[in-house]
């Protein structure tokens, strides 16, 4: 018997998301937050820390967290404020950036994560608090075009963040990457953000230490936050080794938690390892106060419920739905739900108007998807429609073509845009009637005796060898029903 080695230490995860809200214009001023333009060009006197601006607070960015904090069960309080948090870089003109400290506007929620294939138990990961605030700045330093220079960027000066704050509830990599996923999935379903990594809209902070078990007790490593994580995957990678490395700086020097300061370091994606940064700044350094130039804002129980009344179904109550309403396994119900609201919508249109859950599933998870990701296109562009396919599938489910032939009509429907009756009738797939049938089993029958003989003799399989001939003499014919008919002769002879 093999035994499981048990993990010399737990794993101990917190993570802090920002999100960029999908909003046209800045948190506190009517600058564009469009992506791309040229440097400096969105900015208005209060993004860049003119005397005498002042800011006025975007209502859409405010309904934008309240939606998302409503649907991640978060307590809205009554009453919320701004505050100046206080610090100097470059990229923050104003040497302040305007958050929220002590009252933000929504605390604690939670996220349910699970895993469709068992990796880990599902779990719900608590959410200290989801505050809005605006962001900084961007710095370019081009050491690697050669320069010395560094640039600033003040376009994405006061864009629309959302902090999300969990508790330190994950205990692996793996966890942190589904609560992750799960998150930007919700927040696609909400359209609060386009969460596009790439462009900055979701950014992700990791808190991570261990606790090992000793022989005197448990002892915690010193907690490391982990920044410039650019993708998932990098967040998963970068966490795995972050806990290997505490471990073996925990075995060389015994350090624990309250030895040394909280340590920033940052994941460095080509050498795949964490390079120390600097040491934190407690939030006592930081000096916040509440900001005179702003008011604060009131939410009343009566906005939370119509804010509630109008989410619409989320990710993890459609996944469920989706089991029971069409019998498809939570897997396929997750691969579904994961795609976002288009893919889902086809599917069910596919599903009711087909008849078969499990079939649409399928045809969905092969054919649809694939045929997108081959030819870039969006699910709302496809060329054929959830009802066009799904007289399709009718025909497959009333056994007049077979799986194979389908693929052929499926691939002319995508070229031509026919219908699936049209596209038949384009390639002259027709279901053979019987008596073709019948004629042609027994023609074949008669020129090869010997498989007669070998069926007799019990061997049903040699009827293989006479699928390839009737295809070849009618395309049309479907392989079951070859063998059927055949066994049927050769049973009456
Ligand atoms: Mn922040």
Known sequence: MSRVEKAPYQIIIGLETHVQLKTQTKLFSRSSTAFGAPPNTQTSPVDIGLPGSLPVMNRRAYELALRTAVALNCTIPRYTKWDRKQYFYPDLPKGYQISQYDLPMSCEGWLEISDSKDAFAPKRVRIIRAHLEEDAGKSMHDEAAGKADSRIDLNRAGTPLLEIVTYPDLSSPQEAKAYLEELKLLLLYLEVSDCNMEEGSLRVDANINLHIDTPDGEVATPIVEVKNMNSFRSVERALSYEAQRQYEVWQETGQTKGQVPKQTRGWDDQAQVTRGQRHKEESSDYRYFPD??????????????????????????????????????????????????????????????????????????????????????????????????????????????????????????????????????????????????????????????????????????????????????????????????????????
């Open 292 to 493: 005179p130039d702003l008011c604060p804002v009131t939410t009343t129980p009566e906005q939370i419920e119509e804010v509630q009344r109008q989410l619409g179904e989320l990710p993890a109550a459609t996944r469920a739905r989706l089991v029971s309403q069409f019998g498809i396994t939570p897997y396929d119900a997750d691969v579904i739900v994961n795609q976002g609201r288009g893919v889902l919508t086809y599917f069910e249109e596919l599903a009711q108007a087909s008849g078969d859950g499990k079939q649409a599933s399928n045809w969905v998870q092969q054919d649809v998807l694939r045929t997108l990701k081959e030819t870039a296109c969006a699910i709302d562009a496809f060329p054929v429609s959830a009802l066009r396919l799904a007289e399709l599938l009718q025909a497959v489910r009333n056994n007049e073509v077979d799986n194979a032939r389908a693929r052929t009509i499926f691939a002319e429907m995508l070229g031509s845009r026919l219908s699936a009756r049209e596209a038949m009738k384009k390639l002259g797939i027709e279901k053979v009637d019987a008596s073709d049938l019948e004629n042609l089993c027994r023609e074949l029958l008669a020129k090869n005796p010997h498989v007669v003989t070998d069926v007799k003799n019990g061997k049903e399989k040699a009827i293989g060898s006479l699928i390839g001939q009737a295809r070849q003499k009618n395309p049309n014919v479907n392989p079951n029903d070859v063998r059927r008919m055949c066994l049927e002769l050769i049973a009456k002879e």
